[in-house]
């Protein structure tokens, strides 16, 4: 009798189990089909990572909440200066950080404090391609053409992806 039972017994459990993968599988799509959800997911997963606060910035910047991306960007910076991290590692993500910010800075009209740090990522990574690219276009919107072609010439070296010149009437 009990082993004409067991054969039910694991269907039923095969099934309670497929029926709960099932659940959370669908719970995690909706976190999946939203780029900002999928960030503070993740962010909220690993707290301590800066990766995560990075992209949350860039999707909140998509979306036009510049504030949100601030505080994101603040924090990716803050996390990533993590002694426990491999150098390069915490080099990079403290420079896209710094990065990230110094856009917003220029994009609020403030560029003497993107500038400043620009200065400051490119003093620690002088061939930080996305450092170069924005203060090649920082120093376009002032009128130092110039200057602005030599920084976007190595950055676009380093980054074939970056955009076009931004100084068009310049080679």
Known sequence: MLGRGLPSVARLLCLTALLGCTQLTCRQNRVWTDEVRLWQHAAR???????????LGRALERIGDDAGA????ARAAEVSVDRRRASLVMAFAYAAAQTNL???HAKWGDGAMSLYLLDGVLADQ???APALFNKAVLLAHRGQCAEAVRLWSVAQSLDATLPANPCPESP
């Open 126 to 128: 002088p061939l930080f």
């Open 45 to 55: 997963w690993a707290p301590q990572k800066p990766r995560p606060y990075i992209n």
């Open 102 to 104: 110094a856009h917003l």
């Open 70 to 73: 601030f505080t994101a960007y």
